[in-house]
């Protein structure tokens, strides 16, 4: 279990999960966009198979907050930012000390593999790399760099916790 190391009162209280353990970033997790909780994927009553961790697209209830008291997750239509930052999430994790990747061998081969769980009811049309291009190029959550002709892309904020 990879743990998330809060700096702060506040980061510490957004480091927990609800069962009062440690936030694991090497597994699902989902926040509940109520109350704003970390939760296990485990400490849910959801199937979270089609997930990748680090994904966004979806809305999460926990069962305190929820009318019914159950755990409820609509997943949407995930936009192509959401899937570079779930790819670049994933990459940096399961790539310590590594930061920026290149579109071409890195980001796209992870999005085309993960395409069912990145882009759900969405088909791969001839030209979604560019929209990978014009999300990585245009959206102040990545920072990028150059060497020699190839750019490569990281999310801005190496804190993959937040």
């Not at 990459?91 to 920026?100: E, I, S, Y």
């Not at 992870?110 to 882009?119: K, V």
């Not at 560019?130 to 190496?158: K, N, P, Q």
Request: with cysteine.
């Amino acid at each position: 279990m990879v743990e998330s190391q809060p700096t702060s009162e506040d980061e510490q209280l957004l480091s927990l999960c609800v069962c009062n353990k440690s936030r694991d970033l090497s597994n699902i997790e989902l926040i509940c966009s109520e109350c704003k909780k970390w939760h296990h994927a485990a400490c849910t009553t959801l199937s979270t198979e089609s997930m990748l961790p680090f994904q966004l697209n979806y809305v999460f209830t926990c069962n305190k907050c929820h009318d019914k008291s159950v755990d409820h997750m609509v997943k949407s239509k995930s936009t192509f930012l959401q899937a570079c930052i779930t790819t670049l999430g994933n990459l940096m994790f399961h790539n310590p000390g590594k930061r920026f990747y290149c579109k071409d061998k890195d980001v796209v081969p992870f999005i085309a593999e993960h395409w069912e769980q990145l882009m759900p009811n969405r088909q791969q049309s001839l030209n979604w790399p560019t929209h990978i291009y014009r999300a990585l190029t245009t959206e102040s959550v990545f920072s990028s760099e150059t060497e020699g002709e190839e750019t490569f892309y990281s999310l801005a904020d190496e804190d993959l916790a937040r």
